[in-house]
């Protein structure tokens, strides 16, 4: 907890902190193959070096924060997988990679480590047999709040007893109440929880929604499983302000927006500034399509390059925003452009909620 305490005394006297970037398309970058279940979580076993050295580039580029590979490592996602018998193994693995990569790369310079949580729950395709990556309407309503809680607490209490310094909830889609499912199990850890929304415009261009765009629909032609009664119901019409409020509630410690594209992050942080008042984060993504491929396309450039996508976060500066990081496409040199080039601090820190 002392790492937090000095961490959140930066962000009380107004200071900007960078976060790291892309961790699973990084990975994949690397050559560490995503599994189809539970896409970047298994390389914590396979290949933790990797992890390790990918932690260290972020480190290396100037983030302040580094997540774990943990995105993906709840006990549903990693039993599809066949690691059911590890999970606990997964989870340490990757605290430990962000560990020593803190002890070898960062000197001087102060670095913590925020545990990701998510729940990304496999579904099969009713068609072919094939677990997919959590994508679409499977997006953790497959489990019952019971379930969800229980994973969740226990993917909680490993990270917290492998010395993670926060919690980043890294909850996708629509489904708020598996993000504060997520929230409150981190918090029982008594460690500090950070919670992020996915978020984009709705077809009127004014209202922001909790999804992506609808050019982004990762599900296309897998043939997802019809919604079945035993599944939770999920408000996909709750707006990204109604969803902050809600979450708002739980007392976090600070709330952004992630895995967003650029160009829908900054409607959306206004939503989260306007019903928010502590710390706001942002770390977007580069809006592709083939994040749950096994391996990508490297001839295929991102919507930003580094240059752009640093005038844009100069102005979520501008406008309150301490946390600033990129999400899946943006490696190490985005985060090097952003710790070289935005304001050391904000005009007014949000003291908190």
């Known amino acids: 907890m002392s790492k937090y305490l000095q961490l959140r005394s930066r962000l009380d006297q107004g200071e900007v902190i960078v976060l790291?970037?892309?961790?699973?398309?990084?990975?994949?970058?690397?050559?560490?193959?995503?599994d189809p279940a539970s896409?970047?979580?298994?390389?914590?076993y396979t290949h933790p070096a990797t992890v390790r050295q990918m932690h260290e580039r972020y480190i290396r580029a100037g983030a302040n924060i580094?997540?774990?590979?943990?995105?993906?490592?709840?006990?549903?996602?990693?039993?599809?997988?066949?690691?059911?018998?590890?999970?606990?193994?997964?989870?340490v693995r990757a605290v430990d990679a962000a560990l020593e990569a803190r002890d070898r790369a960062a000197g001087d310079n102060p670095v913590y480590i925020a545990g990701s949580i998510s729940c990304r729950?496999?579904?099969?395709?009713?068609?072919?047999?094939?677990?997919?990556?959590?994508?679409?309407?499977?997006?953790?309503?497959?489990?019952?709040?019971?379930?969800?809680?229980?994973?969740?607490?226990?993917?909680?209490?490993?990270?917290?007893?492998?010395?993670?310094?926060?919690?980043?909830?890294?909850?996708?889609?629509?489904d708020n109440?598996?993000?504060?499912?997520?929230?409150?199990?981190?918090?029982?850890?008594?460690?500090?929880?950070?919670?992020?929304f996915t978020a984009s415009l709705a077809a009127d261009g004014?209202?922001?929604?909790?999804?992506?765009?609808?050019?982004?629909?990762?599900?296309?032609?897998?043939?997802?499983?019809?919604?079945?009664?035993?599944?939770?119901?999920?408000?996909?019409?709750?707006?990204l302000a109604q969803a902050v409020t809600e979450i708002a509630a739980l007392q976090p410690d600070a709330l952004g927006v992630f895995h967003s594209r650029v160009s829908d992050t900054t409607k959306a942080l206004q939503v989260v500034k306007e019903a928010w008042h502590g710390p706001i984060i942002s770390y977007p993504d580069a809006g592709r399509e083939d994040y749950l491929d096994?391996?990508?396309?490297?001839?295929?450039?991102?919507?930003?390059?580094?240059?752009?996508?640093?005038?844009?976060?100069?102005?979520?500066?501008?406008?309150?925003?301490?946390?600033?990081?990129?999400?899946?496409?943006?490696?190490?040199?985005?985060?090097?452009?952003?710790?070289?080039?935005?304001?050391?601090?904000i005009a007014s820190p949000q003291l908190g909620a």
């Open 121 to 174: 729950i496999p579904i099969r395709d009713r068609k072919t047999g094939t677990l997919l990556g959590g994508t679409g309407y499977g997006y953790g309503a497959s489990l019952s709040v019971e379930e969800l809680r229980f994973h969740a607490r226990e993917q909680a209490d490993i990270l917290a007893e492998s010395g993670v310094d926060f919690f980043l909830i890294e909850n996708l889609w629509s």
């Open 20 to 34: 790291d970037g892309a961790i699973g398309t990084e990975l994949q970058n690397m050559g560490v193959p995503m």
């Open 294 to 345: 096994t391996w990508q396309d490297s001839s295929i450039e991102n919507e930003e390059s580094a240059d752009a996508l640093t005038r844009e976060a100069a102005q979520w500066v501008g406008m309150g925003v301490q946390v600033i990081g990129t999400c899946c496409g943006f490696g190490p040199e985005y985060i090097r452009a952003l710790a070289g080039a935005l304001p050391d601090r």
């Open 66 to 91: 580094i997540t774990t590979n943990t995105f993906n490592t709840l006990r549903p996602a990693l039993e599809a997988s066949g690691y059911g018998e590890l999970v606990r193994e997964v989870n």
């Open 177 to 196: 109440e598996s993000r504060a499912i997520a929230t409150e199990a981190a918090k029982s850890t008594g460690l500090p929880v950070w919670v992020a």
């Open 206 to 239: 004014q209202t922001v929604r909790m999804d992506f765009a609808e050019d982004r629909n990762y599900s296309v032609g897998l043939g997802l499983p019809m919604w079945t009664s035993t599944w939770r119901t999920v408000d996909n019409e709750m707006t």
């Open 39 to 44: 896409w970047c979580g298994p390389g914590n």
